[in-house]
């Protein structure tokens, strides 16, 4: 059994990006694992201004959401983001919140995975490439950390325009296989 952290990007309501995560979060409790699923709507999160304080002290001095949600993520074995993608990169509150992560590299961190999910309105295989680079850019900074797998589902525009599609079953099954 695995404790798995997924942190949902959209702040939309009914987001094609929340249903695919919620198939992924589906498998891996049919797998048994722990899940805890965190979502960025109504959470406050501050820009990082790079005072590298949380270097020495482990933790960021700022009093939001981010200091919370660093801790989760710290004490998880697996790390799943969910975002839309917006202009071929993750959304801008997923980007924030990775900036704010920069307390856990001081501290012992318990993740060794990461999964990335990710819908758009572009179908093409390559439109998730520039989130997978933000992920790995992150990913690489852990030692023994890697980036397991990521999914694409494209061709999704209004809320819930992936539901019944074929490919939320690779979800599934990638949060089963955990």
């Known amino acids: 059994m695995k404790k798995v952290v997924i942190i949902k990007t959209s702040l939309r309501n ?3 990006s929340d249903i695919l995560a919620d198939e992924f979060i589906r498998g ?4 048994n694992n722990e899940i805890q699923v965190i979502s960025l709507k109504n959470k406050k999160i501050n ?8 270097q020495k002290t482990k933790k ?5 959401d981010a200091i919370d949600i660093a801790d989760k993520v710290c004490n998880a074995d697996v790390v799943v ?9 993750v959304s801008g509150q997923m980007k924030t919140l990775i900036d704010r992560m920069n307390s856990l590299y001081a501290r012992d961190y318990k993740f ?14 390559e439109t998730i490439n520039g989130a997978i680079k933000e992920v790995e850019g992150w990913v690489s ?15 999704v525009n209004s809320p819930k325009d992936i539901l019944n599609n074929p490919n939320l079953v690779k979800a599934y099954n990638m949060g089963k296989e955990l």
Not at 48 to 54: D, P
Not at 60 to 64: A, I, K, L, Q, T
Not at 141 to 155: A, E, P, Q, Y
């Open 81 to 89: 983001w969910a975002t839309p993608i917006y202009y071929y990169s």
């Open 28 to 31: 891996a409790n049919d797998a």
């Open 141 to 155: 900074c852990f030692n023994n950390v890697i980036l397991k797998n990521h999914l694409l589902i494209g061709d």
């Open 112 to 125: 060794r995975e990461v999964y990335l999910l990710a819908t758009s309105a572009e179908a093409e295989e």
């Open 60 to 64: 960021c001095f700022m009093g939001d």
């Open 14 to 16: 009914n987001s094609n």
């Open 47 to 54: 820009f990082c201004i790079g005072c590298l304080s949380c």
